[in-house]
């Protein structure tokens, strides 16, 4: 028999997922949304992160100066992959760019994961070290609420510069309407690597909140990709509020899934779902 | 033959390079390996060239589908009873239908490349999944060993080891689709994709039923990577969930098609020989890296080598005033290749 305690348990640690995975298909989604480049090596920025602060720990740094360190690295690395990669990328237009940018993004990926291997080959984590906090008569893990609430300030605070900031709304103009933004003086290659970076220190983010709560290494990197890929199907490639909704909604169903059905069930109902969202709403990832 | 089989003497060379080349190699169970691993992915390349090449349809699912026809082939042999020969053509077509339905459905709601390929990656990863999941059908990841098809009788009978007539087989399969590659390109149904290619609305206005050739085109793909899959599987007398991921066969398949050249009749076999060769010399000097070096090589052909070998080299000696006539660059390259 499953108990009130164990559901409202499970909902956190499944917010908790889903706030790492809404975090990863809002990467996604701000860089096709902006560029039309669906970021197939999103998932290993997450776990570079994640691995490079785990190992920053381990020299004795401290957990905030080492995730910092950990993120810091990942935004200089997008910037590189941005001014480099992705400028060949932008070179070609339309269909064209975007299946050039899905090969170079997973060759990208491809190499990441190939380099890694030979150096960081083991599991990593980033414990909190929080206690377990107690509702009535739930106890849920401190790491899954940090996670969470983390999670909405950052997400809050992206929300709040695309919407206040003159940058964010030159940003959401090339969303709209891309010549209408060069026509007012807006140029989109520099916003485009202004968000490239934001959207990979998301990611960062992403993945070290989920080193937090469980072992990353290098082979979760195209997992993490996949996740991402599911929720911005799902939610909609262009939305970021529909990808945080998504981004949740999964992180519930598959947490969920995982405690009653196990867990390779749970992961192709992941899939499927994707699957299903293709099929009946193919709209969401063109237009 | 020419009538019916445009350049079949060339194919006919090409697979004589093939039949002989494992004679200098007989005793080296290595090497047959690398032959045969070679074709296998210029199959998985052949497959790849008719869906995306000249259908706009990016499969990535191929080790999925793969994997669909190696377990398939091996269950249906062991619950019926029959010989797996049997059992090879019913998974081979249950893939097929599988690769029809994608294509119908992607065909009937007009999906664009970039749907098809993230609609098959997501099947992808759900193949993979249910393989490691289905214990109870697949053996989970530890897997189990896969010495179908009575090889081994043969090989005793004809005195070579049994890898060696693997490989033969492996061999007739690739002529086999070789021979329907270029019979298809060829016929109506080669006409129908170029047009469908060129401008699906205009085709659709004079009368080519898209929906119909692009479904016939998944339905061969599919039969051909279940085939791939299948051998793939024999040839390492084992099989595991690991045969069949992403990585393992898709982007491989996907850097032969684009070294060898898309939409080249040669481009398969070609790329399959460059990347087994950089693979084995990866297995000798650089094994750890050998990840690292075809993701960059994805990169690479993709933002400056998109046309494959076979066009650059016939470029390079028409460059040189060197006339060769059509797609000798191609045999060439095999000719180095299957020497090695």
Same mark, same amino acid.
């Given at each position: 028999?499953?108990?009130?305690?164990? %559901?409202? =348990?499970?909902?956190?640690?499944?917010?908790?997922?889903?706030?790492?995975?809404?975090? %990863?298909? *809002?990467?996604?989604?701000?860089?096709?949304?902006?560029?039309?480049?669906?970021?197939?090596?999103?998932?290993?920025?997450?776990?570079?992160?994640?691995?490079?602060?785990?190992?920053?720990?381990?020299?004795?740094?401290?957990?905030?100066? =080492?995730?910092?360190?950990?993120?810091?690295?990942?935004?200089?690395?997008?910037?590189?992959?941005?001014?480099?990669?992705?400028?060949?990328?932008?070179?070609?237009?339309?269909?064209?760019?975007?299946?050039?940018?899905?090969?170079?993004? %997973?060759?990208?990926?491809?190499?990441?994961?190939?380099?890694?291997?030979?150096?960081?080959?083991?599991?990593?984590?980033?414990?909190?070290?929080?206690?377990?906090?107690? *509702?009535?008569? =739930?106890?849920?893990?401190?790491?899954?609420?940090?996670?969470?609430?983390?999670?909405?300030?950052?997400?809050?605070?992206?929300?709040?510069?695309?919407?206040?900031?003159?940058?964010?709304?030159?940003?959401?103009?090339?969303?709209?309407?891309?010549?209408?933004?060069?026509?007012?003086?807006?140029?989109?290659?520099?916003?485009?690597?202004?968000?490239? *970076?934001?959207?990979?220190?998301?990611?960062?983010? =992403?993945?070290?909140?989920?080193?937090?709560?469980?072992?990353?290494?290098?082979?979760?990197?195209?997992?993490?990709?996949?996740?991402? %890929?599911?929720?911005?199907?799902?939610?909609?490639?262009?939305?970021?509020?529909?990808?945080?909704?998504?981004?949740?909604?999964?992180?519930?169903?598959?947490?969920?899934?995982?405690?009653?059905?196990?867990?390779?069930?749970?992961?192709?109902?992941?899939?499927?779902?994707?699957?299903?969202?293709?099929?009946?709403?193919?709209?969401?990832?063109?237009? | 033959?020419?009538?019916?089989?445009?350049?079949?003497?060339?194919?006919?060379?090409?697979?004589?390079?093939?039949?002989?080349?494992?004679?200098?190699?007989?005793?080296?169970?290595?090497?047959? #390996?690398?032959?045969?691993?070679?074709?296998?992915?210029?199959?998985?390349?052949?497959?790849?060239?008719?869906?995306?090449?000249? $259908?706009?349809?990016?499969?990535?699912?191929?080790?999925?589908? &793969?994997?669909?026809?190696?377990?398939?082939?091996?269950?249906?042999?062991?619950?019926?009873?029959?010989?797996?020969?049997?059992?090879?053509?019913?998974?081979?077509?249950?893939? #097929?239908?599988?690769?029809?339905?994608?294509?119908?459905?992607?065909?009937?709601?007009?999906?664009?490349?970039?749907?098809?390929?993230?609609?098959?990656? $997501?099947?992808?990863?759900?193949?993979?999944?249910?393989?490691?999941?289905?214990?109870?059908?697949?053996?989970?990841?530890?897997?189990?060993?896969?010495?179908?098809?009575?090889?081994?009788?043969?090989?005793?009978?004809?005195?070579?080891?049994?890898?060696?007539?693997?490989?033969?087989?492996?061999?007739?399969?690739?002529?086999?689709?070789?021979?329907?590659?270029?019979?298809?390109? $060829?016929?109506?149904?080669?006409?129908?994709?170029?047009? /469908?290619?060129?401008?699906?609305?205009?085709?659709?206005? /004079?009368?080519?039923?898209?929906?119909?050739?692009?479904?016939?085109?998944?339905?061969?793909?599919?039969?051909?990577?279940?085939?791939?899959?299948?051998?793939?599987?024999?040839? @390492?007398?084992?099989?595991?969930?690991?045969?069949?991921?992403?990585?393992? !066969?898709?982007?491989?398949?996907?850097?032969?098609?684009?070294?060898?050249?898309?939409?080249?009749?040669?481009?398969?076999?070609?790329?399959? !020989?460059?990347?087994?060769?950089?693979?084995?010399?990866?297995?000798?000097?650089?094994?750890?890296?050998?990840?690292?070096?075809?993701? @960059?090589?994805?990169?690479?052909?993709?933002?400056?080598?998109?046309?494959?070998?076979?066009?650059?080299?016939?470029?390079?000696?028409?460059?040189?005033?060197?006339?060769?006539? &059509?797609?000798?660059?191609?045999?060439?390259?095999?000719?180095?290749?299957?020497?090695?």
């Amino acid at each position: 028999m499953v108990t009130i305690s164990t %559901l409202a =348990a499970l909902a956190v640690d499944g917010l908790a997922f889903g706030a790492s995975l809404a975090l %990863l298909g *809002v990467g996604i989604t701000l860089v096709y949304g902006l560029g039309e480049v669906l970021n197939l090596a999103i998932g290993a920025f997450a776990v570079i992160a994640a691995i490079l602060a785990s190992l920053l720990i381990d020299q004795g740094m401290s957990l905030p100066v =080492a995730i910092a360190g950990g993120l810091a690295f990942v935004g200089v690395f997008g910037l590189v992959v941005d001014r480099t990669l992705l400028s060949l990328v932008y070179r070609s237009d339309g269909e064209e760019r975007i299946l050039i940018g899905i090969f170079t993004t %997973l060759g990208l990926t491809v190499l990441l994961e190939g380099v890694m291997v030979n150096y960081v080959s083991s599991q990593y984590s980033l414990p909190l070290g929080l206690d377990p906090i107690r *509702v009535g008569a =739930a106890v849920v893990t401190g790491t899954s609420v940090a996670s969470i609430v983390i999670a909405a300030v950052v997400l809050a605070v992206l929300f709040l510069f695309l919407n206040r900031t003159f940058l964010g709304k030159a940003t959401r103009t090339i969303f709209q309407d891309e010549r209408g933004a060069r026509l007012v003086g807006i140029n989109p290659r520099k916003i485009r690597t202004l968000v490239f *970076v934001l959207s990979v220190l998301v990611a960062g983010l =992403a993945g070290v909140l989920a080193a937090a709560r469980s072992n990353v290494s290098v082979a979760t990197s195209f997992e993490f990709t996949t996740f991402a %890929l599911i929720v911005s199907i799902v939610g909609g490639v262009r939305s970021l509020v529909g990808a945080v909704v998504a981004g949740l909604l999964l992180g519930l169903i598959n947490t969920m899934a995982n405690f009653f059905v196990g867990s390779y069930f749970a992961t192709i109902i992941l899939f499927g779902a994707a699957i299903v969202f293709l099929l009946f709403r193919p709209e969401v990832m063109s237009s | 033959m020419s009538d019916f089989l445009p350049g079949g003497r060339k194919l006919a060379l090409v697979g004589l390079l093939f039949v002989l080349a494992p004679l200098p190699v007989m005793g080296s169970g290595y090497f047959v #390996g690398v032959l045969s691993r070679t074709l296998l992915f210029a199959l998985f390349a052949i497959a790849l060239n008719i869906v995306f090449g000249h $259908n706009d349809q990016l499969f990535l699912f191929m080790g999925g589908l &793969g994997g669909i026809g190696a377990y398939t082939t091996a269950l249906i042999a062991d619950s019926v009873g029959v010989s797996a020969w049997l059992a090879l053509p019913v998974a081979a077509v249950i893939a #097929g239908l599988i690769g029809l339905s994608v294509s119908w459905i992607s065909a009937r709601r007009s999906f664009t490349v970039i749907l098809i390929s993230i609609l098959t990656l $997501n099947l992808q990863l759900v193949f993979s999944e249910a393989f490691i999941g289905a214990r109870g059908l697949t053996g989970g990841s530890t897997g189990f060993p896969y010495e179908l098809f009575t090889l081994s009788g043969i090989a005793e009978a004809a005195g070579v080891p049994t890898a060696v007539v693997i490989y033969y087989v492996i061999l007739a399969f690739f002529l086999a689709a070789m021979v329907l590659y270029i019979w298809l390109i $060829n016929s109506k149904y080669g006409i129908a994709f170029e047009a /469908i290619r060129e401008d699906e609305m205009a085709a659709e206005s /004079i009368g080519i039923d898209v929906v119909r050739y692009k479904s016939i085109a998944g339905f061969i793909a599919g039969v051909i990577i279940a085939i791939a899959g299948t051998l793939l599987a024999r040839e @390492a007398t084992y099989i595991t969930p690991s045969i069949f991921t992403f990585l393992a !066969v898709d982007v491989i398949a996907l850097v032969v098609l684009i070294v060898g050249g898309i939409r080249q009749t040669y481009g398969p076999i070609v790329g399959a !020989v460059i990347v087994e060769a950089i693979e084995a010399i990866l297995g000798t000097y650089a094994a750890n890296w050998r990840t690292a070096i075809f993701g @960059a090589l994805l990169i690479l052909l993709f933002l400056y080598f998109r046309s494959g070998v076979i066009v650059k080299a016939q470029e390079f000696l028409e460059d040189r005033d060197v006339s060769l006539g &059509g797609g000798n660059g191609g045999t060439a390259a095999v000719d180095t290749g299957g020497d090695g």
